[in-house]
């Protein structure tokens, strides 16, 4: 080989190996431009989907003004209104809040009562049993996996367990956070907690009706089948007891004596709440607040006025008031002690005797 042909022969392996190296950068660039962009449709359809939870929450403060300005004419439109909660834009995308209706493979939407569910954190192992085809060693172990000691239910399980799996976690024992977390809990099966809606969008996608053809598993009827988790939640917050497991007190028969023994609610507020409630029937505890309670000393003046408009309780902290740190005018609180935390939806309360609303 001449000297001319060895050069050419190495100029075309350096241009090889230059053509190698440009396509191994442009690819990865290509992948961290598609790596990018997923992060951001991912972060967008996060706040979207927070859009409609505000949406939902500011419409059902609305909705509930409503009813207590006119109950008569209340539409109850929230159940079911696609006006409102369907495929509504924001930016470059749309949000929807849906739930399944009772009619065959119908969809609603609207706004889903979490009430009507079984809450995981709190439903009893004889409760956990009516779900249908859920074993005793199922609820024995959702029952350890929330609760915050390290005792062995019969047929559940703990933390030795858990570390003992492929790959090893903790159990949170912690009331759950998300519906889904119930899929860590030992032995719980995911083909039943979770039905035919495999990724937990609430529609019947076309993979969930083609038979066995593509998981999940499902019998092609047109019809989206949720599991068990169509029937449970961690999200709701009414309760028979409170927190120290006394029973709440039923705010429609409630006798004076037994409203004034909570802590917070005075006798002249509990004498206003039973009138209030001799004259129209609370709704629910939300209807408190229109009831006025008469001063003591200051007979005909005040005493329970349904139809009166809410006015600001008392606040504490440095804009309680007009002087700061002193309250704002209105009435006392009725439906919890004054130095009560907030709760969260899905926990116990702080202490002490609770109200109930049954509608």
Known sequence: MTRNGSILVGLLWCVAILAVVVVSVLHGAHLDLRTAKNQGDRLQAHYLALAGVEKAKALLFLDARQRRGDRQNHTGALYDSPAEFRDVSLGRGVFRVIKQGEGFGEIIYGIADEESRLNLNYASAEELGRIKDLRPEVAAAIIDYRDRDSNVTQGGAETDEYLAMQPPYLPRNAPLRTLREALMVRGLPRELFLGEDANQNGLLDPEENDGEDVPPADNADGR?????????TVDSSVRDVNAAGDSRINVQEADEQDLANIQGITAEIAKAIVQSRGQNRLESLADLLEVRATPPGNPGQGGPQPNAQPQPGP??????????GQPA???APVVAPPNAPPGRP???GPPGRRLQCPS
């Open 315 to 324: 606040q504490s902290g440095p804009q309680g008031g007009p002087d700061r």
């Open 224 to 232: 989206l089948d949720a599991g068990w988790s169509a029937w449970l």
């Open 329 to 331: 005018p209105g009435p």
């Open 346 to 348: 899905g926990q116990p």
